[in-house]
């Protein structure tokens, strides 16, 4: 699939009296192993060479950097499609720019002695997780696809940073967790721990998200953000083992673990309705499943995406009927 002609900001490339001012832009990153398009993007100064003067706000998981961006604190943020699922429900002003990849890296890490060697083991079990993520929808559809239900389990809601403490403590049996704290889990639990993700499992969506403030005010913004995300995947699919060694210096894992999850990473930038219907998925367990959400209509998550920048840079890359 071809990407289109990038536009590079040349005055900046010849500087001089006559170079334009770059323009600051705040993003939001967690730092996971799917967060790789920005990072290369960093590394190879795309961002610069867009035209923006980019600082970061480094986040343990997604929902920071979307409630971060709610805040007024950023002006884009990465965020998988769990935390925007919840968000939809709500009277909001976020908008979803593209799709940059798909992450198949959430799994279930659990301890062997505690009886657990298959994912059927797992009735019964103290069970970690973060809520309003993507780990809350992967541990309801594992318990689903083994026929339990959240009765069958005794959920421990955590925040993610302290999910891997939990598990090796033994407050946990199990706990969903992303790399890489997944990796960290299993180094502290050695022969003890174990990884579980059935493969019937579907990878989760990696969004970037901005506001209809920054839409409004800069609009060319997001068209500079989402060049330079575009050329950090064609330089990932030309350089892997570079970027390789560089996501796993930035998430500070040790190379194999990279190696080992890059094949299931989809990193590429595109909307379309196959998001949409991840999105309406994500609605319809959380009112049938959440308590708080019971019989609350299902939001309209089209109205949320804001396709216009992408279809400016490469229309080939919006789908049909968005």
């Keep these: 699939m071809t990407l289109g002609v990038f536009g590079v900001v040349g005055a900046l490339a010849l500087g001089g009296p006559w170079a334009v001012a770059a323009e ?15 990072y290369i993007a960093e590394e190879q100064k795309f961002f610069t060479e867009e035209g923006l003067a980019v600082s ?21 943020a990465f965020v998988f499609d769990g935390p925007f699922g919840y968000l939809g429900f709500q009277d909001h002003p976020l908008r979803v720019l593209a ?13 062997r002695d505690r009886g657990i060697t298959t994912v059927s083991d797992l009735k019964g079990k103290r069970i970690g997780y973060t809520p309003g993520t993507a780990g809350q929808f992967f541990l309801d559809e594992v318990l689903e696809q083994q026929g339990l239900t959240s009765r069958d389990v005794t ?32 180094r502290a639990l050695g022969a003890n721990g174990l990884r579980l993700r059935p493969p019937e499992i579907a990878a989760h969506p990696f969004l970037v998200i901005t506001s209809d403030e920054v839409l409004k005010a800069h609009p060319e913004r997001a068209r500079q953000v989402l060049r330079a995300l575009l050329r950090a995947e064609t330089y990932a699919q030309n350089h892997v083992e570079d970027v390789q060694t560089l996501v796993a210096k930035k998430v500070s894992v ?40 019971t019989n609350r209509s299902l939001p309209n998550y089209r109205t949320f995406f804001a396709p216009e920048a992408l279809r400016d840079v490469a229309p080939e890359r919006v789908g049909l009927g968005l």
């Design 254 to 293: 040790d190379l194999p673990l990279i190696q080992r999850d890059w094949p299931p990473l989809d990193h590429a930038v595109r909307l379309d309705l196959a998001l949409l219907g991840f999105l309406n998925r994500n609605a319809q367990w959380i009112v049938s499943e959440d308590p708080s959400f």
């Design 99 to 111: 799709e940059v990849g798909r992450d198949s890296s959430v799994a279930l890490v659990a301890r």
């Design 24 to 38: 600051p832009v705040v993003i939001c990153r967690p730092t996971f192993t799917i967060s790789a398009l920005a």
């Design 56 to 76: 970061f706000i480094e986040a343990t998981h997604g929902k920071i950097c979307q409630d971060v961006l709610i805040a007024g604190r950023a002006d884009f």
């Design 155 to 186: 959920r421990v809601t955590l925040q993610l940073p302290s999910l891997p403490p939990a598990l090796v403590g033994g407050q946990v049996d199990a706990a969903v967790l992303i790399e890489p704290r997944g990796d960290q889990a299993m």
